[in-house]
């Protein structure tokens, strides 16, 4: 018997990264700022631990978009499934030529585009899509706050989050 809500506890672990990292950032600044010897440098060298565990934490929280969705999302080994009701796919992120968000979809979807592939269709509400945000981040040259401003904009059209940069010829 859980004495939580099943709604905060959603909460709390959506922004698990982030409480944690204020957590040791609190016990890093209480040993720089109270301590001596050792545990004074420790403090200081565990703050920007702290803040970048925050920094993610954020980050990866704004990019949750909920729960029910149809489907279920696995991320392994550089490759992203989804496994649907009625048809499912998966691509390898190294043959990724382009990721879209389609947000006149409901619920809204990622698309992600592979050469010599139909698009898979991801809602962002399914089962394991928050696995995604760390897939999508090694694409190079994503901009993720550009991404996570998308994804809660409320675009009318479909976006272009991300497109693999062809190499130009002279």
């Known amino acids: 018997m859980s004495f939580v809500r099943p709604e905060a506890m959603e909460t709390v672990l959506r922004w698990r990264d982030a409480l944690i990292g204020a957590a040791l950032g609190s016990l890093g600044l209480w040993w720089a ?3 001596h010897g050792i545990l004074n440098w420790i403090g200081w060298l565990v703050l920007p ?23 279920v999302v696995t991320v392994d080994e550089g490759a992203i499934a989804w496994l649907g009701p009625f048809h499912g796919g998966a691509v390898a ?3 990724l030529d382009r990721l879209e968000l389609d947000p006149t979809r409901n619920p809204a979807v990622w698309r992600l585009f592979a050469p010599g592939q139909m698009p898979l269709e991801i809602p962002v509400t399914a089962e394991g899509a928050d696995a995604l945000f760390d897939a999508f981040a090694r694409l190079p040259g994503l901009d993720t706050p550009k991404m996570l401003a998308e994804l809660r904009g409320g675009a009318q059209a479909p976006v272009v989050i991300w497109q693999k940069s062809r190499p130009r010829l002279h």
Request: charged share 20%; no cysteine; net charge positive.
């Open 33 to 35: 700022l109270g301590a």
């Open 93 to 95: 992120l190294e043959d």
């Open 49 to 71: 631990v702290a803040a970048a565990l925050i920094w993610t934490g954020i980050r990866r929280a704004r990019f949750h978009s909920g729960r029910g969705g149809p489907g």
